[in-house]
């Protein structure tokens, strides 16, 4: 039987799968942040996705349900969880060689301003947020909103690494970039 939660798994894991092949079609590194710089929001990133999809068998009170999901809430998270992850590979479509899984400059690395990135600075991790909330109002328990939660503050650690780098990289052009375009959700963050 194809549920909302079966469909959203199958979604992460087809979008992972994908996302590591397509590391392969990424330019040349010339920049790439610190180790300790990575390892702070990766820590957070990793304890997140362990906490949003892995279910230990004993999660006592992390299991804890929030709300009563109904069908309808369900498939509208599948849907936006859909969304989510279009948006990413739309994203990193957009973006080509430029894209690393780390905080980088590429060679040649131009300041991309069109397609998603005239919507949000930042819109791969706009659409993982995306696909993260949906995540975590399937699951509907505490241990899946500590998750999303360590994931937001992953993304936002991420985001002002790349703002840090892209700014000294672009003075000025980035300065009014930011000025012009919200990070992550338009109008908002």
């Known amino acids: 039987m194809v549920t909302p939660i079966t469909v959203v798994s199958t979604l992460w894991v087809l979008w992972v799968l994908s996302w590591v092949l397509a590391a392969r079609w990424s330019g040349a590194t010339v920049v790439r942040q610190s180790k300790r710089d990575r390892l702070l929001h990766s820590v957070f990133m990793w ?3 362990f906490f949003l999809f892995f279910r230990p ?8 349900r929030i709300v009563s999901a109904s069908a309808a809430l369900g498939w509208a998270a599948a849907a936006l969880a859909l969304l989510g992850l279009g948006w990413t590979w739309w994203a990193r479509i957009h973006l080509g060689r430029l894209w690393s899984s780390a905080v980088t400059l590429k060679a040649d690395h131009a300041l991309v301003r069109s397609g998603p990135y005239r919507i949000t600075r930042h819109p791969i991790y706009t659409g993982l947020l995306v696909a993260f909330i ?3 109002l399937l699951r509907d328990d505490v241990a899946g909103a500590l998750g999303l939660a360590l994931l937001v503050v992953g993304l936002r650690l991420k985001v002002r690494q790349e703002e840090q780098l892209l700014g000294q990289h672009f003075g000025a052009a980035y300065q009014q970039y930011r000025a012009q375009v919200s990070a992550l959700l338009p109008g908002i963050w």
């Open 47 to 49: 304890s997140g996705t």
């Open 57 to 64: 068998a004993a999660l006592g009170p992390l299991g804890t």
């Open 134 to 136: 949906a995540t975590a």
